[in-house]
């Protein structure tokens, strides 16, 4: 957890653009954005990923689609639509080991599964 950049973050240890924080979740615009919105909602408490939740995480689990909507609406793409997206393990493309949400849009994008 000591070499977590997100908890970093969270921190202030390392800088970033947050949009948002709370007593539970924090959220930040990353640094490599895929379209004009891009933020990463992610949980105060160091979870690695999806796979490590425990059912004592699902009011925090809730709190992160329900900010997710809200800066949706703040960012001004409620209507026009955003995607959400985790990514868990290798094959689902996680890169960082803090379970993280991100909120895309501002733009069409493509569907995935075609
Ligand atoms: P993943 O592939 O793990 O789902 O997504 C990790 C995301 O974190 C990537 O979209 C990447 O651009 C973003 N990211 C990586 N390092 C940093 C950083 O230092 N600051 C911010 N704001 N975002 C980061
Ligand atoms: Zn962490």
Do not use: W
Not at 24 to 51: E, G, M, W, Y
Not at 85 to 109: E, R
């Amino acid at each position: 957890m000591n070499d977590c950049l997100f908890c970093k973050i969270i921190a202030g240890e390392i800088p970033s653009e947050k949009v948002y924080e709370d007593d539970q979740v924090t959220a930040f615009r990353d640094i490599n954005p895929v379209a004009p919105t891009h933020i990463l909602i992610i949980p105060n408490k160091h979870i690695a990923s999806i796979n490590e939740l425990t059912s004592d995480d699902e009011t925090l689990v809730g709190h992160l689609f329900t900010t997710a909507r809200d800066l949706a609406k703040q960012e001004g793409i409620s209507e026009s639509g955003y995607r959400l997206i985790i990514n868990v393990g290798p094959d689902g493309g996680q890169v960082i080991y803090h379970l993280h949400l991100h909120l895309i849009g501002g733009q069409k994008m493509r569907h995935p599964m075609g």
